[in-house]
């Protein structure tokens, strides 16, 4: 079965830079979630979208920002990159159903390195 | 509030059960949820449980959910190595577009 997609799997940057990292969620989901795993941490909550509108806000920084496009792939921009966001970030997929839970399912992560 | 906790570390035996347990303070909580984490890879949905559910049975793993205490726990019958991994228990806040909030894991060391 089709998982979720993520590029890169590793990414390494230096302090101040820009990066971009991209989801492509499981066929036919609509709704996609990023989280940040800082070393040691455990998943926490940045931004959603269902139907290519965010949905929800969590911890996301101002230097960051993210949109989902009509094929419904995701994308986060990473600017100004500081030392502290080096993490694995996740993105999950789900479908959206009234009545039941829309499972997240997870991609491998990103891996992001700055320097 | 939003909170998920969990205890840090774990260490069985081989053939051993393990039981992993969780607590969480958002009563409206309707879906709990247990991921598995191995060393530098994703997190893999294990299972969900529904808050009217007590239980939930799936092969070696059984969820057993006390609402009225808000504790999760997670049992693995007869533990192997590969098992050996970083547990998440977490839960789906409603009227947050399910966004997941995650407990801190559970580290599971299973030894021969």
């Known amino acids: 079965a089709a998982g979720v997609i993520q590029s890169p799997r590793h990414l390494i940057k230096e302090k101040r830079e820009t990066a971009t990292l991209k989801c492509y969620p499981i066929?036919?989901?609509?709704?996609v979630y990023w989280y940040q795993q800082g070393p040691g941490q455990d998943p926490q909550f940045l931004i959603s979208?269902?139907?290519?509108?965010?949905?929800d806000k969590g911890s996301i920084p101002d230097r960051f920002s993210a949109q989902q496009f009509s094929d419904y792939h995701s994308e986060l921009n990473m600017s100004s990159l500081e030392l502290g966001d080096s993490a694995l970030y996740f993105c999950?997929?789900?479908?959206?159903?009234?009545?039941?839970?829309?499972?997240?399912?997870f991609g491998p992560g990103t891996r992001l390195t700055v320097l | 509030g939003e909170d998920v906790e969990q205890s840090l570390f774990l260490s069985v035996r081989e053939g051993d059960s393990s039981v992993i347990n969780c607590t969480y303070t958002?009563?409206?909580?309707?879906?709990l949820y247990w991921y598995k984490q191995e060393p530098g890879a994703g997190l893999q949905l294990l299972t969900y449980?529904?808050?009217?559910?007590d239980m939930k049975q799936d092969q070696r793993l059984t969820v057993l959910l006390n609402k009225k205490d808000k504790h999760l726990s997670l049992r693995i019958a007869d533990t192997q190595t590969g098992d050996s991994a970083i547990y998440f228990c977490?839960?789906?806040?409603?009227?947050?577009?399910?966004?997941?909030?995650f407990g801190a894991g559970t580290r599971l060391a299973v030894h021969p």
């Open positions: 958002d009563s409206s909580s309707t879906y």
């Open positions: 066929p036919r989901h609509d709704t």
């Open positions: 449980i529904f808050s009217n559910m």
């Open positions: 979208f269902y139907e290519k509108m965010q949905s």
């Open positions: 977490a839960e789906s806040i409603p009227g947050g577009y399910n966004k997941l909030i």
């Open positions: 999950a997929s789900s479908l959206r159903l009234s009545g039941s839970t829309d499972t997240q399912y």
